[in-house]
């Protein structure tokens, strides 16, 4: 056990340092992983929560349980767990990008989380104790992106008086990070969870004019490099309604059916900044003036309250299906640093699993979870004065893999199709490929007698 955590703790500290590692470059030099010109604004580009599971059923949280994976988007979820999981997540992403008749197909690809999770109580103990099951608890701790910066347009200006052509290329890159952690406890039928996230990152903004027709001319650039840290708090809670029929002895007992309510609520969390901002004049490398520099510039931000609300239903081993509604108050985002106006946003998402037969012994296939989801939303961000939005349809597989002691993992896939923008203003097309690993472990806190 020594060496998964060492394992664990290496990669999670190599990643720490990855986000947090970043010097001053020079636009010429930064090269973003990604070429989202919306990521320009606010902290960049949105990074979905969700796990490779929930994102083949649209990116449902709110009311998903499940026994074998994680759902951190609803800390309560956390109680429902049976088995010790240790999920890891990767992306790859292809965007095709539209403004009139310019196009841009750009990809981009990333490790996308890293997850542990375990319940506080052990199933087989309780299972040879033959105890009830009125209560667990369950914990995880999660590292993911939260968003992500890159960018990388030129701007043709032939518009300015008494220069007759010149170049603005705007590039940025960086992005930030949530380390998460939260616990949930479960008695009888009702689920409460919360969580805590420390949020920290770095973002570069850069832009370079060239003026093309003047001969001699200097490189004007500016630039921007903001850190940032912070804590939210995430509160939610579960309640699962049981379907029952009676038995041979004329009792009303469970009949592996249910409703599953869930709600979650996030608060309004206050961040702190620090920054570097300067403009300089260039002839080609030759840096020939600095205008202006400030270092150590601090501020102050608010991150918006959210909120969702979601129902499953839940036909036990078969059947899952879910719909779900969220909304954040972007409108109160702040930034001191940066001054924008943001707009709030919302999103409904439907979707579901079906499994043909969990216990076949004959039939793989029966076996694997079949998943299928729409998911539709508003983003924050304006273009042209209108909001931008977009939806994604989206479809997936859970692979069971069987491990020494009749251990179940997963492999989960899903695959993201959709669309994003404004029309006739930006729009982009883009299909993305989740890929996710699920190890679960059932021998945490298991206690051994001896006879």
Same mark, same amino acid.
């Given at each position: 056990?020594?060496?998964? $955590?060492?394992?664990?703790?290496?990669?999670?500290?190599? *990643?720490?340092?990855?986000?947090?590692? $970043?010097? =001053?470059?020079?636009?010429?030099?930064?090269?973003?992983?990604?070429?989202?010109?919306?990521?320009?604004?606010?902290?960049?580009?949105?990074?979905?929560?969700?796990?490779?599971?929930?994102?083949?059923?649209?990116? +449902? @949280?709110?009311?998903? =349980?499940?026994?074998?994976?994680?759902?951190?988007?609803?800390?309560?979820?956390?109680?429902?767990?049976?088995?010790?999981?240790?999920?890891?997540?990767?992306?790859?992403?292809?965007?095709?990008?539209?403004?009139?008749?310019?196009?841009?197909?750009?990809? @981009?690809?990333?490790?996308?989380?890293?997850?542990?999770?375990?319940?506080?109580?052990?199933?087989?103990?309780?299972?040879?104790?033959?105890?009830?099951?009125?209560?667990?608890?369950?914990?995880?701790?999660?590292?993911?992106?939260?968003? =992500?910066? %890159?960018?990388?347009?030129?701007?043709?200006?032939?518009?300015?008086?008494?220069?007759?052509?010149?170049?603005? *290329?705007?590039?940025?890159?960086?992005?930030?990070?949530? +380390?998460?952690?939260?616990?949930?406890?479960?008695?009888?039928?009702?689920?409460?969870?919360?969580?805590?996230?420390?949020?920290?990152?770095?973002?570069? &903004?850069?832009?370079? /004019?060239?003026?093309?027709?003047?001969?001699?001319?200097?490189?004007?650039?500016? =630039?921007?490099?903001?850190?940032?840290?912070?804590?939210? $708090?995430?509160? @939610?809670?579960?309640?699962?309604?049981?379907?029952?029929?009676?038995?041979?002895?004329?009792?009303?007992?469970? &009949? %592996?059916?249910?409703?599953?309510? @869930?709600?979650?609520?996030?608060?309004?969390?206050?961040?702190?900044?620090?920054?570097?901002?300067?403009?300089?004049?260039?002839?080609?490398?030759? /840096?020939?003036?600095?205008?202006?520099?400030?270092?150590?510039?601090?501020?102050?931000?608010?991150?918006?309250?959210?909120?969702?609300?979601?129902?499953?239903?839940?036909?036990?081993?078969? +059947?899952?299906?879910?719909?779900?509604?969220?909304?954040?108050? $972007?409108?109160?985002?702040?930034?001191?640093?940066?001054?924008?106006?943001?707009?709030?946003?919302?999103?409904?998402? /439907?979707?579901?699993?079906?499994?043909?037969?969990?216990?076949?012994?004959?039939?793989?296939?029966?076996?694997?979870?079949?998943?299928?989801?729409?998911?539709?939303?508003?983003?924050?961000?304006?273009?042209?004065?209108?909001?931008?939005?977009?939806?994604?349809? *989206?479809? %997936?597989?859970?692979?069971?893999?069987?491990?020494?002691?009749?251990?179940?993992?997963?492999?989960?896939?899903?695959?993201?199709?959709?669309?994003?923008?404004?029309?006739?203003? +930006?729009?982009?097309?883009? /299909?993305?490929?989740?890929?996710?690993?699920?190890?679960?472990?059932?021998?945490?806190?298991?206690?051994?007698?001896?006879?």
């Amino acid at each position: 056990m020594s060496n998964i $955590w060492h394992k664990i703790f290496t990669v999670l500290l190599l *990643t720490l340092i990855t986000q947090s590692a $970043w010097s =001053q470059v020079q636009n010429s030099n930064i090269s973003p992983k990604i070429n989202s010109p919306l990521s320009r604004f606010a902290l960049g580009d949105f990074v979905p929560q969700y796990f490779s599971a929930a994102a083949g059923m649209g990116g +449902l @949280g709110a009311g998903w =349980q499940d026994p074998y994976q994680l759902n951190i988007l609803n800390p309560a979820s956390l109680a429902s767990l049976q088995s010790t999981a240790f999920e890891g997540g990767l992306y790859a992403k292809r965007s095709k990008l539209s403004s009139g008749s310019v196009e841009d197909v750009t990809w @981009g690809g990333n490790l996308q989380y890293l997850s542990l999770g375990f319940p506080l109580r052990n199933a087989i103990n309780q299972a040879l104790d033959r105890k009830s099951n009125d209560w667990n608890a369950g914990m995880s701790v999660t590292l993911i992106p939260q968003t =992500q910066v %890159g960018y990388d347009i030129r701007l043709i200006d032939t518009l300015t008086p008494g220069v007759e052509i010149s170049t603005n *290329t705007l590039k940025g890159s960086g992005g930030t990070t949530k +380390l998460r952690w939260g616990t949930g406890f479960r008695y009888e039928q009702l689920s409460v969870g919360a969580e805590v996230g420390f949020l920290f990152g770095n973002l570069i &903004n850069s832009r370079l /004019v060239d003026f093309d027709s003047l001969a001699g001319s200097l490189n004007t650039e500016f =630039q921007d490099e903001i850190s940032f840290r912070g804590t939210s $708090w995430t509160f @939610g809670a579960q309640y699962a309604f049981l379907f029952k029929e009676g038995n041979k002895a004329g009792e009303k007992v469970p &009949n %592996g059916k249910r409703v599953v309510l @869930g709600a979650t609520l996030s608060n309004e969390a206050d961040y702190t900044m620090e920054g570097t901002q300067f403009t300089r004049r260039y002839l080609t490398s030759v /840096v020939s003036d600095t205008i202006f520099r400030d270092e150590n510039i601090t501020g102050k931000g608010v991150l918006p309250a959210s909120y969702s609300l979601g129902v499953h239903f839940h036909d036990l081993n078969r +059947l899952n299906i879910g719909v779900e509604y969220g909304a954040t108050a $972007w409108s109160n985002y702040r930034n001191e640093l940066k001054d924008e106006q943001l707009l709030d946003n919302y999103y409904v998402a /439907v979707g579901g699993e079906y499994i043909p037969n969990f216990n076949s012994y004959n039939h793989y296939w029966e076996k694997i979870r079949y998943r299928a989801g729409f998911r539709y939303g508003t983003d924050p961000r304006t273009l042209d004065g209108q909001q931008v939005e977009g939806y994604s349809v *989206t479809l %997936g597989l859970g692979f069971p893999v069987i491990l020494p002691r009749q251990q179940v993992s997963f492999i989960n896939t899903a695959v993201e199709i959709g669309r994003a923008g404004v029309d006739g203003v +930006l729009e982009e097309s883009f /299909v993305r490929l989740n890929l996710g690993f699920t190890l679960n472990d059932n021998s945490w806190f298991f206690k051994r007698k001896f006879n």
